[in-house]
């Protein structure tokens, strides 16, 4: 299988190179503008094919391409290699307005191809299974922080670029409509600094929260259920709490950082879906939610 990487920043280098460069089978071709860079992580990596046109990689015979290029960017690119029949994936968001991802995933569907989203948070292997398999009794609750330090910033890049993960992350059911939202907002100098959306299904209650005036860069997950909490101050650690007893949640040792972070499994539910040629129905379904919620909330802070 022969994958394309197209941009090579902070997120490709850091995040996805480590990992996909040593899996076993996959065969790399890389696309940066910037020929340096591109230079010098062929060397790096030894990848023979390298090019500065993404254009280029429709001819080198790509079996998938992941986008890691700016936001503004990715519909350009994902539209050219849908229409080359190219499975695609693309780190969040997909477009930062609802109307170009929903024509992605129009033509994605059309040409029959996979349109895969890159939200790690959804492979965090420490917190996940909590919401897959529950312990004991119902989710009651779920309230996803992630907060930063002095970056207030304009409502779609606020909301696209950033927000949009605790929002997915809590999307659970992946069909949230736009009347069930409710949302806070905090303005500082004329930008937006903290954003809350929440909505409820039945007894369970979904909180997203993020505030870029926090006194430190941090993401915490809470789960409540019947008699018990389960709390995570990092995505690797946490603690659970069942009747009053408390007992500390923690990775097994040497685990990876990539694979606390959800990137090791996220990629390989990828390359399984280029190896298919297709995505489950339900995964698709989120990813246009999660961007439609995102969308709404957009609509109603610009308004």
Not at 168 to 179: C, K, M
Not at 198 to 221: C, F, H, K, P
């Amino acid at each position: 299988m022969k994958i394309g990487i197209i941009g090579l920043g902070d997120i490709a280098q850091k995040a996805y190179l480590p990992v996909i460069t040593q899996w076993p089978g996959i065969e790399l071709a890389f696309c940066t503008r910037n020929p340096a860079v591109l230079k010098q992580l062929a060397q790096t990596h030894r990848i023979p094919d390298a090019v500065t046109d993404y254009r280029e990689l429709a001819g080198l015979g790509v079996d998938g391409v992941m986008i890691h290029s700016a936001t503004s960017s990715h519909f350009e690119i994902a539209q050219f290699f849908l229409n080359h029949g190219i499975a695609v994936f693309v780190d969040k968001p997909l477009s930062d307005t609802y109307a170009a991802c929903e024509s992605l995933h129009n033509l994605a569907e059309a040409k029959q191809l996979p349109l895969f989203m890159g939200f790690n948070r959804r492979y965090l292997p420490l917190i996940q299974p909590h919401l897959k398999t529950p312990q004991k009794g119902q989710l009651m609750g779920i309230r996803w922080q992630k907060h930063r330090l002095n970056q207030p910033g304009d409502v779609r890049t606020f909301v696209f670029d950033d927000f949009i993960h605790p929002l997915d992350s809590v999307n659970l059911s992946g069909s949230v409509r736009s009347e069930d939202l409710h949302v806070i907002t905090q303005y500082h100098q004329g930008k937006l600094a903290r954003l809350d959306v929440e909505w409820q299904v039945d007894q369970t209650i979904y909180q997203a929260s993020m505030n870029r005036l926090n006194g430190v860069t941090a993401e915490q997950v809470t789960l409540n259920f019947e008699n018990r909490t389960v709390h995570f101050d990092s995505l690797a650690t946490g603690t659970s709490w069942i009747d009053g007893a408390e007992s500390k949640l923690t990775l097994p040792d040497w685990t990876p950082m990539l694979e606390s972070k959800g990137f090791t499994a996220m990629i390989a539910h990828w390359l399984d879906v280029v190896a298919l040629g297709r995505m489950e129905h339900a995964l698709v379904q989120r990813n246009l939610n999660s961007h439609y919620l995102a969308e709404v909330v957009c609509q109603k802070l610009e308004q």
